[in-house]
């Protein structure tokens, strides 16, 4: 008889790949950052949340998957990749519409929020109303300055974005990269059966 771990091996644990992490974090973000500038009655609130969560979820049931079905890894990993850029998409579209900046890619703030290595949407939010330059114990604000905070908000998601796909690429590249040299499920199976052929001859 094959071992189940000959067939099936090791798989999920998708709650400790950065990828997962980091889009986890943005879909709390985006929660919030739409519940907050975006008309709750609008079809872009929806998408935009969905878009975060179908990146969750995907990174999620590919991991689960993977046991027994690469390619479907492959795939669901693929479309977390999908949903994150047509978030991104979004993001910019809401700073262009709104005429705000969308910072350049050396903008040294982009860095210092990937150094800040945030783990909660309460982390950025701290992180966004400090380049603000607002206090967390303070309520007052003048119009000027409150203008500036959605944008922030919009620029640090679109980095932390960029690096979660940036994770998701080199994490689609290594599982193609493992199923063309290992195969799936199928493959396995008839590996473990020739071998059990030949050892019961």
Same mark, same amino acid.
């Given at each position: 008889?094959?071992?189940?771990?000959?067939?099936?091996?090791?798989?999920?644990?998708?709650?400790?790949?950065?990828?997962?992490?980091?889009?986890?974090?943005?879909?709390?973000?985006?929660?919030?950052?739409?519940?907050?500038?975006?008309?709750?009655?609008?079809?872009?609130?929806?998408?935009?949340?969905?878009?975060?969560?179908?990146?969750?979820?995907?990174?999620?049931?590919?991991?689960?998957? &993977?046991? *027994?079905?690469?390619?479907?890894?492959?795939?669901? @990993?693929?479309?977390?990749? $999908?949903?994150?850029?047509? /978030?991104? +998409?979004?993001?910019?579209?809401?700073?262009?519409?709104?005429?705000?900046?969308?910072?350049?890619?050396?903008?040294?703030?982009?860095?210092?929020?990937?150094?800040?290595?945030?783990?909660?949407?309460?982390?950025?939010?701290?992180?966004?109303?400090?380049?603000?330059?607002?206090?967390? &114990?303070? *309520?007052?604000?003048?119009?000027?300055?409150?203008? @500036?905070?959605?944008?922030? $908000?919009?620029?640090?998601? /679109?980095? +932390?974005?960029?690096?979660?796909?940036?994770?998701?690429?080199?994490?689609?590249?290594?599982?193609?990269?493992?199923?063309?040299?290992?195969?799936?499920?199928?493959?396995?199976?008839?590996?473990?059966?020739?071998?059990?052929?030949?050892?019961?001859?």
């Amino acid at each position: 008889m094959p071992e189940m771990s000959d067939l099936i091996p090791k798989h999920g644990g998708y709650r400790r790949l950065k990828s997962f992490q980091l889009a986890q974090l943005v879909y709390d973000v985006t929660v919030r950052f739409c519940d907050r500038y975006i008309d709750k009655k609008s079809r872009t609130h929806d998408q935009m949340v969905q878009a975060a969560r179908s990146g969750v979820q995907n990174i999620a049931e590919g991991s689960q998957a &993977s046991g *027994t079905s690469k390619k479907t890894e492959l795939k669901l @990993t693929n479309v977390a990749r $999908a949903s994150l850029e047509e /978030l991104k +998409l979004d993001y910019e579209d809401f700073l262009r519409q709104r005429g705000l900046t969308l910072w350049d890619l050396a903008d040294p703030r982009r860095a210092e929020l990937i150094g800040r290595r945030p783990k909660s949407a309460d982390e950025v939010a701290l992180w966004v109303k400090e380049k603000s330059n607002l206090s967390t &114990s303070s *309520t007052r604000s003048t119009p000027s300055i409150q203008s @500036t905070i959605p944008g922030i $908000a919009a620029n640090a998601v /679109l980095t +932390l974005l960029s690096v979660a796909c940036a994770l998701l690429d080199r994490q689609v590249a290594a599982q193609a990269k493992a199923f063309e040299e290992e195969g799936g499920f199928t493959e396995r199976l008839y590996r473990v059966r020739t071998e059990n052929r030949r050892r019961n001859t």
